[in-house]
């Protein structure tokens, strides 16, 4: 018989390490993602999600919102953690208790106990839209993990190094799965490849959204 005992699947309660200390959780916020799609539609009614433009001058293709204390914001005059919407100039939306308490529990099984995060920034790709490799070093604290959760279509996810020029490793990231990146793969440059034309999934249609949730000071 099949699928009654399958010891083998990866699941929510075995972490893959995909890098130095990076895990992938394969499904861990999939009990949870109707409940993180319905508070996503809720912060954007208050923060919109928007095409930000880099200080490069180049219009990223996600569009992007944030809650918690702190929001990322990128203008032509740079990159910074912002208490208040730059749209609004009202503070970010509140992070739900949801949000906190399943990146901390994430963090937990990844082996980061007592994360808090203070930001959490909500990508939103369509079809085509992509990330470049970049890396996240605009949080004061690098000690603390990202915890990134992938919600709606699948797309591939490029796993570099400390360096732009190292090779990536390709992982398909998809509906629930969440990932922890701490120590020194939390400098790692990474990104997206564009967003596939059939990729979807029925809770979203053809969007994604990733959640990465951050220490900031
Ligand atoms: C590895 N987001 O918001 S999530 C980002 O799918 C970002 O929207 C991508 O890169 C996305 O900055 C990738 C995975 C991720 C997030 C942060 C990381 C991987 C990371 C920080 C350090 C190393
Ligand atoms: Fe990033």
Known sequence: MQGLLDLGAPDAQTPEQIGSDAWLLKGFALRDADALLAAIEQIATQAPFRHQVTPGGYTMSAAMSSCGAYGWVTDRHGYRYSPQDPQSNLPW????????????????????????????????????????????????????????????????????????????????????????????????????????????????????????FRKVR
């Open 93 to 212: 939306p509140a992070m739900p208790t949801l949000f906190s308490e399943l990146a901390e529990r994430a963090a937990r099984s990844a082996g980061f106990a007592h994360f808090e995060p203070e930001a959490c920034l909500i990508n939103r790709y369509t079809t085509g839209a992509r990330m470049g490799l970049h890396q996240d070093k605009d949080e004061q604290d690098l000690s603390a993990p990202i915890v990134s959760i992938s919600l709606g279509a699948p797309i591939t996810f490029l796993f570099g190094g400390p360096n732009r020029s190292d090779p990536t490793s390709r992982w398909l990231l998809e509906h629930g799965d969440v990932v922890v990146w701490g120590g020194i793969s939390r400098l790692f440059f990474h990104g997206v490849a564009p967003l596939g034309k059939k990729a979807s999934h029925p809770a979203t249609g053809l969007m994604r959204y990733n959640l990465t």
